[in-house]
């Protein structure tokens, strides 16, 4: 894809990865239209990125009148990429998790980026070369202990992403499902840090994550695309011998409850 002139609107940006991944786009001249619901967050990124006329808006997502404030601006201005970045995460087991709890993660993580999908689907359309990008986790293939709200919320946007680019084979706009492995960025609680410290869980910076981003979307026909290894061997190996899968993270199973049962 060549991305030179390009619009490209990122939710989630103040956060790590929507951070390095706007300092990314904007490094590689595109226009963005980005989006938080903090504003304060959004100037101060605004005023960091390379380049000019970038815009911002503070919105909730999960609301309807925020959607539709996002979609006037974005139609305003012309969009060409869809990055579907905003998440929430929870180390908790599931008999911890409140049902306030367990509707915000679906809603953010899931139900958000389908909806943009959806509404945004006729302006992208629009475009000569356009895509969407939903931002998953190697979570999303590997059912894992202490984030099953999240892991369920990933598999449905993996799920998703695949249905969603079948369904649109013969239309002019790419989908693609993007899967970091863990990220060292504040989106981690203080447990999930230390949890990830007594595993020995390999952890990337977020500008990695946003390096391996561009090169994806440069690519000539961008696919799915997992980080990480072993993390990617992992998901082919549970996809086809979950059993092996279930027994290596079954050691892990004492340190996990450890720490999201805190």
């Known amino acids: 894809m060549n991305l030179s002139g390009k619009t490209a609107l990122l939710t989630g940006a103040t956060g790590g990865i929507g951070c390095a991944i706007a300092q990314a786009l904007a490094g590689e001249g595109l226009s963005l ?42 139609a305003d201005q012309g969009v060409d990429l869809l990055i579907n970045n905003a998440g929430i995460n929870q180390l908790a087991l599931l008999e911890q998790v409140s049902d306030s709890d367990l509707a915000g993660i679906i809603e953010t993580n899931l139900m958000v980026p389908m909806m943009l999908c959806r509404d945004f689907l006729p302006l992208l359309e629009g475009r000569p070369e356009s895509a969407i990008i939903n931002i998953g986790s190697i979570l999303g293939s590997i059912g894992y202990a202490g984030s099953v709200t999240y892991c369920a919320t990933k598999f449905g946007l993996r799920g998703f992403s695949e249905a969603l680019r079948r369904e649109l084979a013969d239309r002019s706009v790419q989908v693609v499902y993007f899967a970091p492995r863990a990220t060292a960025t504040p989106f ?65 199973l004492p340190i996990i409850r450890r720490f999201a049962g805190r």
């Open 33 to 74: 239209i980005l989006t938080a619901r903090d504003s304060e967050k959004l100037a101060r990124l605004q005023q960091e990125l390379m380049g000019k006329g970038h815009l911002t808006l503070s919105v909730d997502l999960t609301q309807a009148t925020g959607r539709e404030a996002l979609l006037k601006l974005a």
């Open 188 to 252: 981690n609680s203080d447990k999930m840090v230390a949890m990830n410290e007594v595993l020995g869980t390999a952890v990337d910076s977020a500008e990695a994550v946003a390096k391996d981003f561009i090169k994806t979307l440069k690519q000539e026909k961008p696919h799915n695309r997992y980080l990480g290894w072993p993390e990617k061997f992992f998901v082919r190996v549970n996809g086809l011998l979950p059993k092996l899968v279930d027994k290596a993270l079954y050691k892990q």
